[in-house]
């Protein structure tokens, strides 16, 4: 039952001829070998569905058999005790990827797997579709002009084991590729073009970030472009900053007033537009904070001191989860800190709770101040790569009830010493 072969997603259809992106050679998908030259090609050949290792000599081969050999022996002798150790249960949206003495074997799962004491090393892949976004950039158009776009992006992995063994941090890698390939393909693009095939962009973008990375072992299923603000008009002259309207199914191709205009008739007319003599300023929540932020708190320990002004039972009955943050400092020492919201009127301070916590967020200590400070927000740190969260990703959303009442606050110390 372990050795059964593992089968390979459903792909697209093979007999339907395949359309190049915008920047994609039309030769790379002819190409003999296109996938040759990874460091995984010379092993098994994964990507064929073939695991077999030729590389392999007939002397390592014997000494591997008689290592497995010796560890089932233990392994059933031992079983009763054993069991919990080696038997692990693999949900059906994820697949197991096991090293046997450092060689990779075909994904296991679903269902209960066999893992070997000593001699298996395993990681859990999941194969469910996953996102992100990638925050408005500055495009250079190919009529001179300047527009800020962004894109939502959706994508799964297909084959597990090109997954762990092509890349090493997978959500990094295809989120600075797709920034590259967005802002490299709208290049060749018109402001007009940009702002009327929306959806057509995205689905060329959709098959040129597919090319670069299949040899992950990834599929990109979706690229949903937005647009900001129109920096720079074509031709050299400078535009009033704008809003884009959002897209409307069967609008795609009517811009400005016209589009204005037709939202307005569908029931969208509570789109207000900018008058001239406002200024909109685009910032990135990422890379920058607010310009004016009333007593900030300079340090971690300062921070929990305000936060334990906060806490109240009406706190702990919205959020009801308690959170431990592993902070990372400049000089590469690690500190614990807790916030427990599940309990009576809340608790907050230094060191580790004495329970198993909801949450385990992972940042460092200048992201965790600009976070509760209302400069970074917890999903875009999240999808950024700047916060890690072991945990349900639900509950450790909900800290921001926590910073909104500390902004509040704030607010109202404000207020007071403004009166005075």
Known sequence: MFSKSYQLLPQKDATCPRTPGLFVDTNSFTQHGYNQGFSFDNVPKISENDFTDASQGWLSWICNLIVIFLVYIVT??????AGWFVLKTVPNYQRLVVFRLGRVG????????LVLPLIDQWQRVDLRTRAFNIPPCQVITLDGGELLVGADIQFRIWNPVMSVLSVQ?????????????LTFSLAKKTVREIQTQR??????????????????????????LTLGSLLKAPGGGLAEPQIMPPSVPGLEGLTGSIQQLAMHFL????????????SITFTDELSSAPDEVVATPGSV???LGRVQLVLSETLVSQVGASFQFNISSEDEQHHSYYVDLSQGRGAAGAGSLCREPDVTLCLSGSDLLAMFQGGLQPFAAYTSGRLKIQGDIKT????????KLLKNRVGNLEEL???H
Request: net charge negative; aromatic share 6%.
């Open 199 to 224: 959806v057509k962009l995205g689905e060329y973008l959709v098959m040129d970030i597919n090319e670069m990375t299949r040899p992950w072992g990834l599929e990109v299923d979706r690229v949903e």
């Open 106 to 113: 075909p994904p296991k799962g679903p269902g209960i797997v």
């Open 417 to 419: 010493e403004t009166v």
């Open 76 to 81: 059933f002798i031992t079983f009763p005790i």
């Open 267 to 278: 029931g969208n007319s509570g789109i207000s537009q900018p008058q001239k003599d406002d």
């Open 396 to 403: 450790a959303m909900k800290l921001e009830e926590l910073i």
């Open 169 to 181: 941090d997978l959500n990094v890698s295809t989120r600075m590729t797709a920034q590259k390939a």
């Open 301 to 303: 320990e300062e921070l």
